[in-house]
T-cell receptor, first 114, second 116 residues
Framework: GQQLNQSPQSMFIQEGEDVSMNCTSSSIFNTWLWYKQDPGEGPVLLIALYKAGELTSNGRLTAQFGITRKDSFLNISASIPSDVGIYFCAGQPPPSGTASKLTFGTGTRLQVTL | DTEVTQTPKHLVMGMTNKKSLKCEQH?????MYWYKQKAKKPPELMFVYSYEKLSINESVPSRFSPECPNSSLLNLHLHALQPEDSALYLCASSQSAGTVSGNTIYFGEGSWLTVV
């Protein structure tokens, strides 16, 4: 199925550094969701964005819904070892009266070194 | 409380077995989903149930049979699976099936399936 372009694919950073990742799409979305997935676990919702231009924070995480509705970014400030995992963006198209599908990005694998 | 509970956590089954994966949510959500996820890949949608009716079937082989007994429960019946069906199976739920704005999808922890 369709996937969003998510970059970077992987990152190795040092503890304390800031991290930035983004997703772009050729079509517009009404909702952007950011998930983190640890090995062997299901994706955990980090931040949900519902409005173009919206900037939302959750602790050290900040995400923005792009003004064109075709992109979103996630920033992590002052990374710590437990930030390790795979981060997925996901977009949901405008409602059409029928069930719609969540489109996932390809994931960003984050590894934090001490 | 945003919890989706899946059982079992791990399942090993032979190609001739019949087994089921179960999912439960008590958030009053009216949409429930099954996703399949292979290692290092994003989740892939299999089925969407909206108000207990099947809304989307992503051309999933008939050896996977979903069932929604009520608004809180979702099952995935498995029969005559192949080794390539081994994957993490994720259940998810949301307030609606994307028919309104502001729809947020919450995932369970997943069921690891190994077909031998």
């Amino acid at each position: 199925g369709q996937q969003l372009n998510q970059s970077p694919q992987s990152m190795f950073i040092q503890e304390g550094e800031d991290v930035s990742m983004n997703c772009t799409s050729s079509s517009i979305f009404n909702t952007w969701l950011w998930y983190k997935q640890d090995p062997g676990e299901g994706p955990v919702l980090l931040i949900a964005l519902y409005k173009a231009g919206e900037l939302t924070s959750n602790g050290r995480l900040t995400a923005q819904f792009g003004i064109t509705r075709k992109d979103s970014f996630l920033n992590i400030s002052a990374s710590i070892p437990s930030d390790v995992g795979i981060y997925f963006c996901a977009g949901q198209p405008p409602p059409s009266g029928t069930a719609s599908k969540l489109t996932f990005g390809t994931g960003t694998r984050l590894q934090v070194t001490l | 409380d945003t919890e989706v509970t899946q059982t079992p956590k791990h399942l090993v089954m032979g190609m001739t077995n019949k087994k089921s994966l179960k999912c439960e949510q008590h958030m009053g959500h009216r949409a429930m989903y099954w996703y399949k996820q292979k290692a290092k890949k994003p989740p892939e949608l299999m089925f969407v149930y909206s108000y207990e009716k099947l809304s989307i079937n992503e051309s999933v082989p008939s050896r996977f049979s979903p069932e929604c007994p009520n608004s809180s429960l979702l099952n995935l019946h498995l029969h005559a699976l192949q080794p390539e069906d081994s994957a993490l199976y994720l259940c998810a739920s949301s307030q609606s099936a994307g028919t309104v704005s502001g729809n947020t999808i919450y995932f369970g922890e997943g069921s690891w399936l190994t077909v031998v």
